[in-house]
Nanobody
Framework: QVQLVESGGGLVQPGGSLRLSCAASGSAFGFLVMGWYRQPPGKQRELVATVTSGGSANYADSVKGRFTISRDNAKTTVYLQMNSLKPEDTAVYYC?????????WGQGTQVTVSS
């Protein structure tokens, strides 16, 4: 079981930026994919961005060009830099890790984009 601790959420005005962080416990052995999903109010959880152990990134169309996913050198922390935020980005953001086929989720962090 991998423990994931997220931070960096909050309230931001439209057009602003936030950086989410997710730190995983233990070593990165077996971490095939790390990434972020989000769940807007009243909607289903949806993919935001992922990054593989090899560094390949994938983004939802709705965030391409605005969000950037990255990992630290130890590959146990994943970041989500969110720029040009829109009200429709408001959601609970969840970090996840696919470790050898097992999915582990963080507790979620609220991001609210509002004036």
């Amino acid at each position: 079981q991998v423990q994931l601790v997220e931070s960096g959420g909050g309230l931001v005005q439209p057009g602003g930026s936030l950086r989410l962080s997710c730190a995983a416990s233990g070593s990165a052995f077996g971490f095939l994919v790390m990434g972020w999903y989000r769940q807007p109010p009243g909607k289903q959880r949806e993919l935001v961005a992922t990054v593989t152990s090899g560094g390949s990134a994938n983004y939802a169309d709705s965030v391409k060009g605005r969000f950037t996913i990255s990992r630290d050198n130890a590959k146990t922390t994943v970041y989500l830099q969110m720029n040009s935020l829109k009200p429709e980005d408001t959601a609970v953001y969840y970090c996840y890790v696919n470790k050898l086929g097992n999915i582990n989720w963080g507790q979620g962090t609220q991001v609210t984009v509002s004036s």
